[in-house]
Nanobody, 118 residues
């Protein structure tokens, strides 16, 4: 089992920044990802990072604005969100992928709300 606890969400004006944190505990994992779900929309992938800090991937809409990073000493993954837009408003979830072979995120945090006002 992997336990994930997100923090750092809140209300920010358009153009502002927020940093989300995801503290992980329990078994090791292969990769960590951030996802988001806006009201009435499906959950979508935002960014991911492999356990060694490599293989970083972003969805197109956040490239150049968001940065995913990890601190192994703190067992924490971060999502630095800059130049925020109202369309970034969503509940953000971190998730852990335990298998190298199976591309599925097995463990999920409780989510943290990000609201960007125009």
């Amino acid at each position: 089992q992997v336990q994930l606890v997100e923090s750092g969400g809140g209300l920010v004006q358009a153009g502002g920044s927020l940093r989300l944190s995801c503290a992980a505990s329990g078994r090791s994992y292969y990769a960590m990802g951030w996802f988001r779900q806006a009201p009435g929309a499906e959950r979508e992938f935002v960014a991911s990072i492999r356990w060694d800090g490599g293989s970083i991937v972003y969805t197109d809409s956040v490239k150049g604005r968001f940065i995913i990073a990890k601190d192994n000493a703190k067992s924490t993954v971060y999502l630095q969100m800059n130049s925020l837009k109202p369309e970034d408003t969503a509940v953000y979830y971190c998730a852990a992928r335990s298998s190298v072979i199976i591309p599925r995120y097995d463990y999920w945090g409780q989510g943290t709300q990000v609201t960007v006002s125009s």
